[in-house]
Every structure is written in C-alpha cells, then in structure tokens.
C-alpha cells in the first residue's frame, strides 16, 4: 500500500495548529525560563549573603570567645590577692604567682608567655623566665594602664621572632580604682588560621589598622609582607556588619565582615560569585532541558491533535468539493466517532444522500415533462392541421352546395378526431400537472432538509462556544491557585529567613542554643521543602493553563469552519428555493394549458351540434356556414394559444434538464 504524503503547507489549517500550539508552549516556557534564571540567580546572591552574614557573625562570635576566654583568666590572675599583694611588695617569693601563670596557660594548652608588669612598665614576672624588659613603650601597655583591658594589633616579636596577639588587663590596687600595674599574655594567629579553615571556605581577620591577621586559606609566616586593607568598605564604613563586592582578585567575591567590639578586629567571610551562582545556572540547565523536552511532547500532542481536527475536516471539503462539481459521494470514515466532527459527518452525509434522492426525482419528472410537451406540441399540430381542413370545409361548402353533405360528414369526422386529440392533450396535461406538484414537493422537502442541517449547525456552534466559556473558567480557577502557590512560596520564603535568623542567634547562644539551632534548622528544611512543593504545584498549574489556552484556541477555529459551513448551507437553501419558484410557474402554466384544453373541449362540442345541425336542417346551410366559419376561427386560435403553451412548456422543460445535467 501506498504510504500517504502529510502535508503541512504553510496555508494548510494543521500547519497554523500545530505551529499555534508550539508557540503557546515555547513563549511561555522561555519566559519562565528566563524569569527562573533571573530569581533562582538573585534568590542564590541572596541567600549567599545572608549566609556569609551568617558565617562572619558566626566566625566573630568564636573568636570572641578565644580572647574573652584568654582575657577572663588574665582579668581573674590580676584580681587575685596573692598578685595584687606581689605587685605592692607585700610577697616576695614569686612561685606562687608563677605558679598561677603557668596554670592558666596548661588551661588553654598552649605555651605562650604571661608577663607581669608594675606601673613603670617594667617586667616583674615572666612564665618563661625570660628577660625582664620594659614595655612602658608599647601601645598595649599604654592603653591597658588607663585601665581597661587592651587586645593588640599584630605584630612580629624580635625575641621569638613569631607574629603574635597580645592581650594585656590592668592590675588594680584594693580600692579597684588605682592601676598599679599590667598583665599581658601573648596569644598565637595560626590558632585563628585553624579555626577559619575548619568553618569557612574563604575567611580572614584583620586588626584594628587593618593589617591581616590570619587565612583561612594559607599561614601567615613572620617573614610576610604584611598585608594592609586600609582603603576597605570594613575600615571607611562606621557600621559594625556590612557587605560589599570585592576585585581585588581579578574575579566578583562577595563579602559580609563584621567587627569584633572587644578588640576592633574584623572577621570577614567570602565567596566567589561564580561559585554562588553555579547551582542556579545548573538549575537553568535542567529547566532548560526538561523544557526542550516538553516542547517535543507538545509537538506530538499537536500533530495528533491537529490530524484529530483536519481529517474530518478533510473528508467534509472532500464532500462538499464533490457536490460544488455536481458528485454525490458519501463519507465512509470517522462515522462512528461520538463528538461534534461524527455528528457533522453524519449530518452531511445525510443532506448528500436526500439531495441525490431528490435530484434523481427532478431528472424523472423533467423528463417526463420533456416527452409530455413533445407529444402536447405534436398533438398543438395535428390540431392545427385538422382546423385547417375544417376551414376548406367550409370554404366548400360556400362554394358549392352541391358538396355540402360530404363536407359536413368529413366535418363531423374531423371534429371527433379533434375530440380525440384535445382529450389526449387534457389527460396528458393532468399528468404534467400531477408530476410538477410532486416535483415542488420533493424540491420543498429538500428546502426543509438543508434548513434542519443548517439549524443543527447552529446548535453545535453553541454547544462549541459553551465548552470554550468553560474552558475559560477553568483558566481563571488555575490563575486564583497560581495566586495561592506564590502566597505559599511567600510564606515559606519568609519561614527560611526567620529559621536562618534563629540559627544565628542560637550560635550567639553558644552551647545553649544548640538545640534551638537544631531546630532552626529543621524548620529551614521544612520551609524549603514547601517552597519546593509550592513551585512543583506552581509549574503543574502552568501546564494545564496552556493547555486550556489551546483548547479554547481550536474551539474558535471549529466555530469559525461552522460558520462557513452555515453560509454554504444558506447559499444550498437559496438556489433550492429558486428551483421552487421555478416549478410553481411551470405548475401555473400547465393549469392554464389545461384550462385552454377545456375551452378547445367545449368549442369542439360546438362544431360538432353545429355540423349535426347542417346536415338536419339544410335551408340553414348559409347561416350555420357562418357559424362554423366563426368556429373554425375560434377554434384555430385556441389551437395556436396551446400550440404556443406546449412550445413553453418544453422550452422550461429542456431548461430544467439542463439544470439538472449538472449533477452526475
């Protein structure tokens, strides 16, 4: 079998479906994807800073408690009276105070020196036994003699030769007021480089001069240049917590610091922008691939959509291509389909078959009134012939008495062979007459058959544009549900902010806040999954507002087809009704045909007691010559009057056959 060719011209109706189709399914998803990409990128940067926020405050709140925790043991060492007493002279065995010194550095595990100095800023005490020296010129000393405790910036020692921290307290005399001297330990950067590595993926601290302290990335050895950031956002701005966009890579880092209040140094925590917006353009990916993929399902829907719609379609201009050339065909395919293309091909097919039923019945009855005015024009003619021997007949009997007996006999013959013949004409104009109504019956039911086609036309328009109000109501519900799901992702937007918020006060909580951290962190989860669960409902509502787009798409087209449809159906009726027409004045005319035969009857009968009367009454041969003159005249132009008729009749009788020719 022959593989049928699928056109798809640009003209042709499945072409415009499928392409229409196809465009309401790429529009909208290319927006969505642009509108995804643009907010899951802005979403990413979003949630990227307030995790940096997060991690800075974080990383700050631990470091906190390093030089609390260092500064506390020393503001405890210096409170104490045995080193209150040591400074005054009161004590002089200095064990004891080593001793102590000794025992908060094995509580930190460390190795660091502590030094005990007097208000001269001389050393008086050292953990180490190291030299004793004078600090009176150092800024850490200075500033923890006027009496509050003091962290140093960076600085490289020139005995160790170590880049170290110095956290120095004052040492107040018994009143608490006077400061008779300062104890100050030195604290170790790598310890802050360890605890940026463990936490963050990129970190540093700075002093209060803005010089690096420490990297999560890399130690910082004495030999470095230092490094200073003067001319940073976190040095120029007076604000405590901030976030900028940092170059100085050649590459965008986001940026969240805040400052320690307690000593001035800043914790800053980062992150490459590329790195935070990877997830979102993977994301863009897969919608991107999962919308090629829908886009090859909605082509294959609309293929077989559009072949669903056009084959009937097809088959009916088939039908009605056929019936403009005057073929009746009837459709054989998609009978038993059950919606409104079934119904139409029904209806169509049964116009088809009651328009040849009745076509058949004209071409009988016009030929049998073709053959009946052929015979009426002969018989017109053979009267014609007789009234004209009637006429010598009586111009004989002027002429010559001798002769009026066979005259009148032949006269008498040829008024019954008129009889005859003006009888034929009268039976066969009957049956003119009975067939032309039968023809203005058929012709009638026909009318009636094409106007119930056209008035179902018009309901299954109503019925289509019904189903497409629906379907609009149907997207405006989608729409109110789509309204819902972003109040939803509103929500649960807001329930992740408020549970990120709640983990960053549960870590300034310290080890009390771990199990509402714990919890924040659940409630996260929870709140992302609804966000999730809120767009998968968000895409599914997307899909099925396209597809009643689509519906109600072809509901238009289907109406605007029935509409044509109708306008051929009232072009159908039109020229059935004027075929109407025709046959009442056919059917007019045979009655007076049969209303002239009528007269030619009783005009005959006439002759006929004239000629009776000739032959009786001889004497009367002059007058009753007269009358059959005058007779004979009347009779001959009734005889031309339906000669004339009969011409008529068989002009409009070869006329409806020529008409009729043009159905096969």
Same mark, same amino acid.
């Given at each position: ?6 056109? %798809? ?63 506390? *043991? ?42 005990? $100095? ?64 300062? !104890?100050?330990?030195?604290? /170790? ?41 003067? =001319? ?25 610091? !805040?400052? /320690?209040?307690? $000593?001035?140094?800043?914790? &800053? ?23 090629? *993929? ?19 379609? %097809? ?16 459709? +054989? ?27 058949? #019945? ?14 009426? =024009?002969?018989? *017109? ?29 032949? =006269? ?14 009268? +039976? ?9 109504? @039968? ?12 106007? #119930? ?54 870590? @300034? ?14 409630? @996260?989860?929870?709140?992302?999954? $609804? ?8 895409? !599914? ?39 109407? &027409? ?6 007019? @005319?045979?009655?007076?045909?049969? /209303?002239?035969?009528?007269? &030619?009857?009783?005009?005959?009968? #006439? ?13 009367? #041969? ?9 007779? !004979? ?14 011409? $008529? ?12 020719? %043009? %159905?096969?």
């Amino acid at each position: 079998m022959k593989k049928k060719k699928i056109n %798809f011209s640009k003209n042709s109706v499945k072409t415009k479906l499928i392409a229409l189709m196809l465009l309401i399914a790429i529009i909208p998803l290319t927006v969505a994807v642009s509108i995804s990409y643009v907010t899951s990128t802005n979403s990413a940067k979003e949630v990227a800073k307030q995790n940096l926020d997060w991690q800075a405050k974080y990383i700050e709140s631990e470091i906190d408690k390093m030089f609390t925790k260092s500064q506390t *043991a020393l503001s405890s060492f210096a409170s104490s009276p045995q080193t209150i007493a040591f400074l005054k002279g009161e004590i002089t065995d200095p064990s004891v105070i080593k001793d102590q010194m000794i025992d908060i550095n094995e509580s930190f595990g460390d190795d660091n020196t502590i030094v005990m $100095s007097n208000i001269e800023g001389m050393m008086v005490l050292r953990s180490d036994n190291g030299e004793y020296k004078s600090i009176a010129e150092r800024d850490y000393f200075k500033n923890a003699a006027t009496g509050k405790p003091y962290i140093s910036t960076i600085f490289v020692s020139s005995v160790t030769n170590t880049r170290n921290i110095c956290i120095a307290v004052p040492v107040f005399d018994t009143d608490d007021k006077t400061v008779i001297g300062v !104890v100050h330990k030195t604290f /170790n950067p790598d310890d802050i480089h360890v605890l940026l590595a463990e936490e963050a993926e990129e970190a540093f601290l700075v002093d209060q001069e803005a010089t690096l302290v420490a990297h999560s990335d890399y130690e910082i050895l004495a030999t470095d240049e230092p490094q200073v950031f003067a =001319s940073s956002p976190y040095m120029t701005s007076n604000e405590e917590t901030g976030f900028y966009i940092s170059n100085a890579k050649g590459y965008p880092v986001y940026v969240s610091y !805040v400052k /320690n209040p307690a $000593s001035g140094y800043t914790v &800053c925590a980062g992150k490459a922008e590329s790195e935070i917006i990877s997830e979102a353009r993977k994301g863009a990916r897969i919608i991107i691939l999962v919308g090629i *993929a829908m886009i090859i399902a909605v082509l294959v829907l609309a293929f077989f959509i559009a072949e669903s719609f056009t084959k009937p379609m %097809f088959e009916v201009n088939k039908l009605l291509s056929a019936l403009a050339n005057g073929e009746f065909i009837e459709i +054989n395919k998609y009978k038993n389909r059950n919606d409104e293309f079934g119904q139409m091909i029904s209806d169509s097919n049964a116009v088809v078959a009651k328009l040849k039923s009745i076509v058949e #019945n004209i071409k009988e009855s016009s030929n049998t009134v073709n053959t009946s005015s052929e015979e009426l =024009s002969e018989m *017109a003619n053979q009267i014609a012939s007789t009234t004209e021997n009637v006429a010598e007949a009586v111009q004989e009997i002027a002429t010559g008495a001798s002769e009026q007996a066979k005259e009148v006999q032949d =006269s008498v013959e040829n008024a019954g062979l008129i009889t005859e013949a003006i009888e034929g004409v009268q +039976n066969s104009t009957n049956d003119l007459s009975n067939l032309a109504t @039968r023809m203005k019956q058929a012709s009638e039911s026909s009318s009636e058959s094409l106007t #119930n086609f056209h008035n179902t036309s018009e309901v299954m328009a109503n019925m289509i544009i019904e189903i497409s109000k629906k379907i609009s109501a149907t997207q405006n519900a989608v729409s109110d549900i789509n309204e819902r799901v972003e109040g939803i992702s509103g929500i649960a937007a807001q329930t992740n902010l408020l549970s990120l918020n709640a983990t960053i006060e549960a870590a @300034r909580a310290g080890d009390a806040g771990k199990g509402f951290a714990v919890v924040a962190e659940e409630i @996260r989860k929870l709140a992302d999954d $609804s966000e999730s669960l809120a767009k998968e409902i968000h895409e !599914v509502m997307e899909t099925l507002l396209t597809e009643s787009q689509s519906a109600v798409k072809a509901a238009n087209e289907i109406i605007e087809d029935n509409k044509a449809q109708q306008a051929a159906l009232e072009s159908t009726i039109s020229s059935v009704n004027g075929m109407i &027409c025709d046959i009442e004045k056919t059917v007019e @005319r045979v009655e007076k045909i049969s /209303n002239e035969t009528d007269t &030619c009857v009783a005009s005959n009968k #006439n002759v006929s007691h004239s000629m009776s009367s000739l032959s009786a009454i001889s004497e009367e #041969n002059a007058a009753a010559t007269e009358t059959t003159g005058a007779s !004979v005249e009347e009779l001959s132009a009734t005889v031309t009057t339906l000669a004339e008729s009969a011409t $008529s009749l068989k002009t409009i009788a070869e006329k409806l056959n020529e008409e009729i020719e %043009f %159905f096969k």
